[in-house]
């Protein structure tokens, strides 16, 4: 399909704002930009039609299944939008006098209320945007924390091999030496190996339970004790919370920071890569560190901190992605606490459900029951047949099934990861096992086949290798 | 309660027994007995034991829109705005919010499947192409979460290993100031601020600082007190000593502004809301990005690139990804996945709809109105432009009494005025027009502020 500037024709355009009823001033002729400015000159028809033909060339949840592995991809219950678009909500301006913006600010106070409950912590900020912006931020908190006890040797983070690639990065980020450790072939944490590694530099460990294949480290509470008596801290990344809400608590488990994504567990939409929102939450002896500004109530009255000398200082603009906290809101009130519950619970039954159903023809590397998502490997298969499980995941594609996260953890080998989420219907799940089983005995049968899918989408695979090796980034006039 | 379970208890039950459990409570049975919370959730959390999870019983979807909407109403919302300092209240043209609305684009994840991803990733590509016309740069990323994160993303792209003082222009926005010194808490970066002289940054001390262990400058333009900087000269100082050059921008003013290209940056970044956003109270926002060729493989988050499919057809893909955490992991340009790319459509969205001459017309009008307001201000006694270099919608003056005072009393006719600056600049008003303020509204502000003097 054409790019926009392809459909430009010059003097079309659109008729949007007003003339001048002031004296029009100008820049002085030496600060005006010279470079003639190249944007699409469009009427509104061709620019609605376009982004009609884009929208028809994506795939969103309300399109089909979506069994992406870690990312929680649930419906987005619409009354959070239409609540995100109120005026009194997104005509805010950020800078108003506190006094004026009591309803953002209730909004933020009552949605750290919630999560607090949530997670088991003492109090949460709001300004990460996103999960990996929440792990630099609680990772600081941590170094804070160890530097306000003058406990300045303590360097590293621990990380185990199953964890999502941010984990290490924002480590990095933070200035912290990363310690990877192996997970043992059950998929939990080495104990032993952990063991090894924990000493008087260890600043902290980070850990995602359930874990990256979808189960929950039955030693949990000797893992964080194992850090605490060393003297680091507990760190949750809380991408798979949605496994766990009204079940058990990172705050109870020994975490001691943690963040959300809220994008995941509180059904905000992911609007095809962000904006997300991704909160970091603590316990007592770590609130001072938080990020400015923050929210406090006094009788009724909600106003902002700004200035607290211990604070790690702002991560971001203003408060975080404000809109996105409103939708959580939203969500959680209408559920409630007993609905979360719930929504934990088939999240958890839907998962189960999957694996049970397709764990005689497709290899689970953990034979434990699962949580909310669960691990497949198709290592035999690509020995035998050469069917890769980037082929599994495209043949899907030609059956309106986004693919499951695929080569993630990094841990198995042809992994596919699928997340089934509480919002599908027990005859979705049948369709899709169905659909898994046929693609299989495809694969046994006519593997070559597989190596052609899809051949009902828009586009067949790209050539991903000329885009890096000859990278064109832009269109050019 | 609201539930979005569509499944029946008795469904539950069927699956349950499928798989061979009895109850709910089985599949749980991984978790150690300690860590489970109690049972009783929904009561008084002061008669529950230490384990408790007190949140309310759910509401209905009416009951929730209720509620929500009374929470909003406890906002006012201004009918007129003169306060900007990192927020614009920009016109929001009617298809911009149409578009974005679509449920594919809300819904979406990042676009790991290219094959059904084409919309989101053409889009994303249309943007990188509009953001490289608007600053003149080469390359732009598919966006990182405001303009303070990329400013401190950009500074972190230019530290090396012998180089690594970091320059920043005390007229840079406050809060980009604090958002790098936060990012840089963990490193072995040392920040240094150039002090500012008449509102703009003092180029004969800035001189002084650079030296070839400065990884770069950065500098604000128009900066936040709404000066047009000399970011020729301020370019030159900074390539006097090979160090890179990072710009702060706004989108709106680049419309008519000289591009950071044209004052020799090197990269050029900037907060993206005044390009379709609505204010909601600081975010979600946009930071854009964009950088000289040689820069490319440093720039952090997603980019995306042209290809081609199996049988030729043109496509997009997510590329350069050997940059990235999931391939890097600790060794990555950053650690940014999620970001802003639905405020990055908007943005596309936004530029479409204006054209060249939208965005000039959007530019031109917000200074006219910017120095009309200061025009009428400055007729007031104890009101006067604080620099008397040009701006461009935004300006600092001083003020005839206290500035909180006066703002109280904007506040009752509805308008929300400039904002009191604090510290070395307290007792000023930084003011804001853009578009949005007609000469009715400037000069009914004036008649208040009139009115106020004289009680």
């Known amino acids: 399909m054409k790019l926009i500037f392809e459909k430009s024709k010059a003097g079309r355009g659109c008729d949007i704002l007003p003339s001048c009823d002031v004296p029009i001033v100008e820049l002085d002729d030496n600060m005006k930009r010279q470079k003639e400015l190249h944007l699409p000159e469009i009427s509104e028809t061709d620019i609605s039609r376009h982004y009609t033909e884009l929208m028809k060339r994506t795939f969103g949840v309300n399109d089909g299944f979506y069994p992406l592995g870690s990312c929680t991809m649930k419906y987005n219950p619409k009354i959070n939008d239409e609540m995100a678009k109120l005026p009194g909500f997104s005509n805010i301006h950020?800078?108003?006098?506190?006094?004026?913006?009591?309803?953002?600010?209730?909004?933020?106070?009552?949605?750290?209320?919630?999560?607090?409950?949530?997670?088991?912590?003492?109090?949460i900020s709001f300004q990460p945007a996103a999960g990996a912006h929440g792990e630099f931020t609680g990772l600081l908190l941590i170094r804070a924390y160890h530097e306000a006890r003058k406990d300045e040797k303590r360097n590293k983070i621990i990380v185990p091999d199953s964890a999502h690639g941010t984990n290490p990065a924002s480590a990095a980020m933070a200035g912290f030496t990363v310690i990877n450790i192996t997970?043992?072939?059950?998929?939990?944490?080495?104990?032993?190996?952990?063991?090894?590694?924990?000493?008087?530099?260890?600043?902290?460990?980070?850990?995602?339970?359930?874990?990256?294949?979808?189960?929950?480290?039955?030693?949990?509470?000797?893992?964080?004790?194992?850090?605490?008596?060393?003297?680091?801290?507990?760190?949750?990344?809380?991408?798979?919370?949605?496994?766990?809400?009204?079940?058990?608590?990172?705050?109870?488990?020994?975490?001691?920071?943690?963040?959300?994504?809220?994008?995941?567990?509180?059904?905000?939409?992911?609007?095809?890569?962000?904006?997300?929102?991704?909160?970091?939450?603590?316990?007592?002896?770590?609130?001072?560190?938080?990020?400015?500004p923050r929210v406090e109530e006094e009788n009724g009255v909600y106003k902002l901190i700004l200035e607290r000398e211990e604070s790690i200082g702002r991560v971001k603009g203003f408060y975080g992605n404000f809109l996105v906290v409103v939708r959580a809101l939203t969500y959680i009130?209408?559920?409630?606490?007993?609905?979360?519950?719930?929504?934990?619970?088939?999240?958890?039954?839907?998962?189960?459900?999957?694996?049970?159903?397709?764990?005689?023809?497709?290899?689970?590397?953990?034979?434990?029951?699962?949580?909310?998502?669960?691990?497949?490997?198709?290592?035999?298969?690509?020995?035998?047949?050469?069917?890769s499980a980037l082929d599994i995941a495209k043949a899907l594609l030609d059956y309106g099934i986004h693919p499951p996260t695929m080569y993630f953890p990094l841990i198995v080998h042809e992994a596919l990861m699928l997340e089934p989420t509480e919002t599908e219907s027990k005859e979705t799940l049948d369709y899709v096992i169905e659909i898994l089983r046929e693609v299989y005995e495809e694969a046994m049968t006519n593997p070559e086949s597989l190596h052609q899918c899809p051949k009902k989408t828009p586009i067949g695979r790209p050539d991903e290798v000329t885009a890096a090796r000859n990278p064109v980034l832009r269109y050019h006039f | 309660m609201g539930t979005y379970v569509p499944n029946t208890r008795e469904e539950q039950q069927e699956m349950l027994k499928a798989i061979g459990y009895s109850s709910i409570d089985e599949l749980f049975s991984p978790l150690p007995k300690e860590?489970?919370?109690?049972?009783?959730?929904?009561?008084?959390?002061?008669?529950?034991?230490?384990?408790?999870?007190?949140?309310?019983?759910?509401?209905?979807?009416?009951?929730?829109?209720?509620?929500?909407?009374?929470?909003?109403?406890?906002?006012?919302?201004?009918?007129?705005?003169?306060?900007?300092?990192?927020?614009?209240?920009?016109?929001?043209?009617?298809?911009?919010?149409q578009v974005t609305s679509k449920e594919e684009f809300i819904t979406a994840y990042t676009p790991y499947q290219a094959e059904i991803s084409q919309g989101i990733l053409q889009s994303i590509f249309e943007y990188q192409t509009m953001i490289c016309e608007l600053t003149g740069m080469d390359v732009s990323n598919a966006s990182v979460y405001d303009g303070e994160t990329a400013a401190a993303e950009a500074v972190l792209?230019?530290?090396?290993?012998?180089?690594?003082?970091?320059?920043?222009?005390?007229?840079?926005?406050?809060e980009i100031i604090e958002t790098i010194r936060t990012y840089c808490n963990g490193l072995d970066v040392q920040i240094v601020i150039a002090p500012g002289k008449e509102g703009k940054t003092d180029c004969e001390v800035l001189k002084t600082l650079v030296d070839q262990e400065t990884s770069c400058v950065l500098l604000?333009?128009?900066?936040?007190?709404?000066?047009?900087?000399?970011?020729?000269?301020?370019?030159?100082?900074?390539?006097?000593?090979?160090?890179?050059?990072?710009?702060?921008?706004?989108?709106?003013?680049?419309?008519?502004?000289?591009?950071?290209?044209?004052?020799?940056?090197?990269?050029?970044?900037?907060e993206g809301q005044p390009l379709g956003l609505p204010l909601s109270f600081g975010g979600p926002y946009l930071g854009f990005m964009a950088a000289t060729e040689k820069m490319m493989r440093k720039l952090p988050g997603r980019i995306v690139g042209e290809t081609k499919d199996s049988e030729g057809r043109r496509a997009y893909v997510l590329t350069l990804q050997a940059r990235e955490q999931?391939?890097?992991?600790?060794?990555?340009?950053?650690?940014?996945?999620?970001?802003?790319?639905?405020?990055?459509?908007?943005?596309?969205?936004?530029?479409?709809?204006?054209?060249?001459?939208?965005?000039?017309?959007?530019?031109?009008?917000?200074?006219?109105?910017?120095?009309?307001?200061?025009?009428?201000?400055?007729?007031?006694?104890g009101f006067d432009l604080v620099y008397s270099g040009a701006y461009f919608n935004e300006f600092v003056t001083t003020c005839n009494g206290n500035p909180d005072?006066?703002?109280k009393q904007l506040e009752e006719h509805c308008i929300l005025g400039g904002y009191p600056l604090a510290g070395k600049q307290a007792g000023n008003i930084l003011w804001c027009a853009t578009e949005m303020n007609t000469k009715e509204e400037i000069d009914e502000l004036i008649h208040i502020i009139k009115e106020v003097a004289k009680a």
Do not use: W
């Open chain 2, 157 to 174: 792209m230019c530290v090396e290993k012998k180089r690594k003082k970091i320059i920043i222009s005390e007229t840079a926005n406050p």
């Open chain 2, 326 to 381: 999931h391939i890097r992991r600790e060794k990555a340009s950053s650690n940014i996945c999620s970001n802003q790319a639905l405020c990055a459509m908007t943005a596309a969205v936004y530029l479409s709809t204006m054209g060249k001459q939208g965005l000039e017309k959007a530019a031109t009008l917000s200074m006219s109105k910017a120095h009309y307001l200061a025009n009428r201000l400055c007729e007031l006694e």
């Open chain 1, 94 to 123: 950020p800078l108003q006098p506190a006094s004026t913006a009591q309803g953002c600010l209730e909004v933020m106070k009552t949605t750290e209320k919630y999560l607090c409950e949530i997670t088991g912590m003492d109090a």
């Open chain 1, 183 to 292: 997970s043992t072939k059950d998929g939990y944490v080495d104990l032993e190996e952990l063991k090894k590694v924990v000493g008087d530099d260890t600043a902290g460990f980070m850990l995602t339970n359930p874990n990256t294949v979808g189960l929950f480290d039955k030693n949990i509470l000797e893992i964080t004790e194992i850090i605490h008596k060393a003297g680091g801290l507990n760190y949750y990344d809380g991408a798979n919370l949605n496994a766990i809400m009204g079940i058990a608590r990172p705050g109870d488990m020994g975490f001691d920071v943690v963040h959300l994504n809220l994008h995941k567990t509180f059904s905000t939409p992911h609007g095809g890569g962000g904006p997300g929102c991704g909160p970091v939450g603590c316990k007592e002896s770590l609130i001072k560190f938080l990020p400015l």
């Open chain 2, 220 to 270: 604000q333009q128009p900066n936040y007190l709404g000066q047009i900087e000399d970011a020729e000269e301020v370019g030159k100082i900074a390539k006097g000593k090979d160090a890179k050059y990072v710009m702060s921008c706004n989108p709106i003013s680049l419309g008519i502004l000289k591009t950071p290209a044209e004052y020799g940056a090197d990269i050029a970044v900037g």
């Open chain 2, 35 to 97: 860590v489970l919370l109690q049972k009783e959730v929904l009561l008084p959390k002061e008669e529950l034991p230490n384990r408790s999870f007190h949140i309310p019983e759910g509401i209905s979807e009416y009951e929730v829109r209720s509620k929500m909407t009374k929470i909003s109403e406890k906002n006012i919302v201004f009918k007129s705005i003169f306060r900007g300092f990192g927020a614009y209240n920009h016109y929001i043209p009617a298809i911009v919010k």
């Open chain 2, 405 to 407: 005072h006066l703002m």
């Open chain 1, 333 to 387: 009130l209408t559920l409630g606490g007993n609905g979360l519950k719930y929504a934990s619970e088939n999240a958890v039954l839907n998962a189960n459900y999957m694996m049970h159903k397709l764990k005689d023809i497709y290899k689970m590397p953990f034979s434990e029951p699962c949580m909310h998502e669960f691990v497949m490997t198709v290592e035999d298969l690509k020995k035998e047949k050469g069917v």
